[in-house]
C-alpha cells in the first residue's frame, strides 16, 4: 500500500466485552460517535446497553459484525480472547481491526495476529491501565503494540477512550509494556497495605496520615485512591484482585521463559491466593491490607 492510498481512520466500532472497563470504554467511544454496536456472552448486557444508547438495529450480529471496521475486545483471559475471535473472524471484512484492549500475553497477541493476518484483518494489542474510573473519564493510559500503519487509523479513537496513549512498537509490545505495569502495581500495593497496617498498628489517624503521604515522596495512585477505603475494610471497587493474581501468572511464565523470576510477582501471586482461597477474590486488590494486618497486628480474624 502506498502512502498516497492510506486507509481510513477507524470510526465504525464494536466493542465485545462489555464488564466494568468495556462498558465506559463503549459510552465514550459512543460520545465521540464511533460506535457502532456492543456485543457481550451475557447477551442482556449487551442488550441493554444497546437500547440505553439507541444504537442500530441489526438483522443478525452477523450483519453487524461485517459493517464494522473495528471490534474492541476487553475480556478476562487469554483463552476468552481466543474463544472471541474465532467465533467472529469469518464475519469480518478485509482491512478491518481488532483492538484488544484485555490484559493477556503477549505470544497470544502475537499468535492471534498472526491468524489474522491470513484474511487481511488487521490487529493491535492495546492494554490500558487507569482503572475503572480511569476508563469512565476517558482518561485510561493505552499501551500498544502493533504495525504502525494500523496504528494510526486509529489515533481518533484511542484519544476517546485515554488521555496518554504511546506507541510501543510491534504487536505484543503493548502487553509486554502492560506485564510491566502490573510487577510495579503488585509492588505499589504491597508496600502501601502493609506501610497502612503499620499505621494502623502505631494507632495513628488514617486520613491524616494518608494526607500526609500523598504529599510527598511516598505519594502514589493507590495511596491516593485505596488508602482511606481500605482502612475502612471497602473493597468493593476498582480493580478485582483475582484479575491481579492472573495477570502475575502471566508475566511469571514470561519470566521463567527468559529464565530469570521476580520477588514482587512471586510474593504478590502467594498472597493474592491466599485471599482467593479464602473466598476474596472478586474484592479489589487493596483488600490484601488483610493479610498485612495479620502480620503486623497478629489479629485472630482481619
Not at 9 to 20: C, E, F, Q, R, T
Not at 55 to 62: A, T
Not at 243 to 266: A, G
Request: glycine share 8%; net charge negative; aromatic share 6%.
Amino acid at each position: 500500500m502506498s502512502e498516497s492510498n492510506q486507509l481510513p481512520k477507524l470510526s465504525k466500532v464494536i466493542v465485545y466485552g462489555l464488564g466494568a472497563m468495556g462498558r465506559p470504554i463503549a459510552r465514550n467511544l459512543y460520545e465521540h460517535g464511533l460506535l457502532l454496536g456492543v456485543k457481550n456472552r451475557t447477551e442482556g448486557i449487551a442488550t441493554g446497553l444497546a437500547n440505553e444508547l439507541n444504537l442500530e438495529d441489526f438483522e443478525s450480529e452477523e450483519d453487524m459484525f461485517a459493517q464494522a471496521d473495528c471490534v474492541l475486545t476487553c475480556v478476562s483471559a487469554d483463552e476468552d480472547l481466543l474463544q472471541i475471535i474465532d467465533e467472529i473472524k469469518p464475519y469480518l471484512q478485509k482491512d478491518s481491526v481488532i483492538i484488544d484492549c484485555s490484559t493477556v500475553s503477549s505470544w497470544t497477541a502475537k499468535r492471534i495476529a498472526a491468524d489474522l493476518e491470513k484474511q487481511d484483518v488487521g490487529f493491535m494489542d492495546a492494554p490500558v491501565s487507569g482503572g475503572v474510573e480511569g476508563a469512565k473519564k476517558g482518561t485510561l493510559s493505552v499501551m500498544v503494540g502493533a504495525n504502525l500503519k494500523t496504528y494510526k487509523r486509529a489515533n481518533d479513537l484511542f484519544h476517546s477512550i485515554g488521555s496518554q496513549v504511546t506507541y510501543m512498537g510491534k504487536v505484543g509490545q503493548g502487553q509486554a509494556t502492560k506485564a510491566v505495569n502490573q510487577v510495579l502495581v503488585a509492588g505499589v500495593a504491597q508496600a502501601v497495605c502493609e506501610a497502612l497496617a503499620f499505621a494502623e498498628k502505631c494507632k495513628l489517624p488514617i486520613e491524616k496520615t494518608v494526607e500526609v503521604l500523598s504529599s510527598g515522596a511516598a505519594g502514589n495512585w493507590f495511596l491516593d485512591k485505596r488508602g482511606i477505603t481500605m482502612c475502612k475494610d471497602e473493597f468493593d471497587k476498582g480493580f478485582k484482585l483475582a484479575l491481579l493474581h492472573k495477570d502475575l501468572k502471566i508475566v511469571q511464565k514470561t519470566l521463567l521463559d527468559m529464565q530469570s523470576e521476580s520477588q514482587i510477582v512471586e510474593k504478590g501471586l502467594v498472597e493474592y491466593k491466599q485471599l482467593m482461597e479464602q473466598g476474596y477474590g472478586d474484592l479489589d486488590i487493596s483488600a490484601l491490607i488483610k493479610l498485612k494486618r495479620k502480620q503486623l497486628h497478629n489479629e485472630e480474624d482481619s
